[in-house]
């Protein structure tokens, strides 16, 4: 076998391993929920510019897209983080994203104290502990272990974790090994239990999920002068 055709199947079977690592982590933690109202949690990531950097912008729209429409008028949209990086909280900026861009109406929440995705689940428990149905938005492997964090400091709460639309086949396709490499080392602190989908999904890998060599996917006014 020529060189070229070693490195362009090994370029596939990475993208392929990619995918399934991050589907995998997506179906973690959650369960099918019940009830109407809705908690969509997105977590911030490290912004030192004045707007939404490129991955809090994709976490946005993660997040709208996981806003049920017959639950719309049910659901409330909380953006977490703090200053992290920049002198203007991640949650801020997100939601100005969602708001003056994407022309999201809905209602939104800010947490803009927290620094760690630890804190992140700490401050954000008193502005969803009501709701029915819990969705946590990330990059897949970020969001399981805000899922896990949920899981350490609220059991209860742990049983109303559901799916948010985060992770779509052939959506950053090409950084996914990345991402499941470094979702990895970021995951180290879990128990395998923690990381690994509910049995019913599993065996749904087998028909569901379908990844074969082809492949060979109410808003607080935020302050201008955030910086000076």
Not at 54 to 63: D, K, L, M, Q, S
Request: proline share 5%.
């Amino acid at each position: 076998m020529k060189n070229w055709a070693r490195v362009a199947i090994a370029g596939a079977a990475a993208l392929v391993w990619g995918e399934w690592v991050n589907w995998r982590w997506s179906r973690a933690l959650v369960g099918d929920g019940g009830g109407t109202s809705e908690a969509v949690v997105v977590l911030g990531y490290r912004n030192p510019e004045p707007t939404a950097n490129f991955i809090n912008r994709w976490r946005v729209r993660a997040a709208l897209r996981s806003v049920v429409t017959d639950r719309a008028s049910d659901t409330r949209v909380i953006f977490c983080g703090g200053p992290v990086g920049g002198c203007a909280p991640e949650a801020r900026l997100m939601a100005r994203y969602a708001t003056s861009v994407l022309g999201f109406e809905g209602t939104m929440l800010l947490e803009e104290e927290s620094t760690t995705t630890w804190e992140n689940i700490t401050n954000v428990i008193p502005l969803l502990e009501d709701a029915d149905r819990i969705k946590i938005v990330s990059q897949p492997a970020h969001a399981l272990k805000a899922r896990a964090y949920v899981r350490r400091q609220r059991p209860d709460l742990a049983q109303r974790l559901v799916r948010a639309d985060d992770y779509r086949a052939g959506e950053w396709t090409f950084g996914k090994p990345l991402l499941a490499l470094y979702g990895f080392w970021s995951l180290r602190g879990l128990r395998a239990t923690e990381r690994k989908p509910p049995p019913v999904m599993e065996s749904a890998r087998q028909g569901g999920f379908v990844m074969s060599a082809r492949i060979l996917q109410r808003i607080r006014p935020a302050s201008s002068d955030e910086c000076s």
